[in-house]
């Protein structure tokens, strides 16, 4: 069964002037054809409020920002700090060092002053036992003549 022109378009002239009547009433209902002043001022208070919001929003991005530049701000002085701290640890090292070194060339001098000592006692030694020796076998070829010249 095929559709005859003269019925698609009676059929084209109903369906059409049907739904402009009920189009612009169902447009009107859903605000969505032309705007009433209530749904623009609707509009605009909502465009205030999202406005209103970003700006807020922007405010607290900002504080954070700062609050981080602060942060970073004491991170770095600690980080100052502590290199002072670093530094000084490094010259008490230091002092160290040379107090160390100190009694390193104290304890040399000792050694070489007792060196000394030892040498001066063993030069004696050897000078007493040279004497002792001396005086014993002049003692001794003394008493061996007295005691061959006896009669």
Same mark, same amino acid.
């Given at each position: 069964?095929?559709?005859?022109?003269?019925?698609?378009?009676?059929?084209?002239?109903?369906?059409?002037?049907?739904?402009? +009547?009920?189009?612009?009433?169902?447009?009107?209902?859903?605000?969505?054809?032309?705007?009433?002043?209530?749904?623009?001022?609707?509009?605009?208070?909502?465009?205030? +409020?999202?406005?209103?919001?970003?700006?807020?929003?922007?405010?607290?991005? *900002?504080?954070?920002?700062?609050?981080?530049?602060?942060?970073?701000?004491?991170?770095? *002085?600690?980080?100052?700090?502590?290199?002072?701290?670093?530094?000084?640890?490094?010259?008490?090292?230091?002092?160290?060092? *040379?107090?160390?070194?100190?009694?390193?060339?104290?304890?040399?001098?000792?050694?070489?002053?007792?060196? $000394?000592?030892?040498?001066?006692?063993?030069?004696?030694?050897? +000078?007493?036992?040279?004497?002792?020796?001396?005086?014993?076998?002049?003692? $001794?070829?003394?008493?061996?003549?007295?005691?061959?010249?006896?009669?």
């Amino acid at each position: 069964m095929s559709i005859q022109s003269s019925d698609l378009e009676f059929v084209t002239e109903h369906v059409s002037e049907h739904v402009k +009547r009920h189009l612009t009433e169902w447009l009107a209902e859903r605000n969505l054809g032309k705007s009433s002043p209530m749904y623009e001022m609707e509009i605009r208070e909502r465009i205030v +409020r999202v406005e209103e919001e970003l700006r807020h929003q922007r405010e607290l991005m *900002k504080q954070g920002f700062e609050q981080m530049e602060k942060r970073f701000e004491q991170i770095d *002085k600690r980080f100052e700090q502590i290199d002072k701290r670093f530094e000084q640890m490094e010259k008490r090292f230091e002092q160290m060092e *040379k107090r160390f070194e100190n009694i390193d060339q104290h304890f040399e001098q000792m050694e070489r002053s007792l060196d $000394a000592r030892f040498e001066n006692m063993n030069r004696r030694l050897d +000078r007493f036992m040279i004497w002792s020796f001396g005086l014993t076998v002049t003692m $001794a070829g003394t008493v061996i003549t007295v005691l061959k010249s006896w009669p």
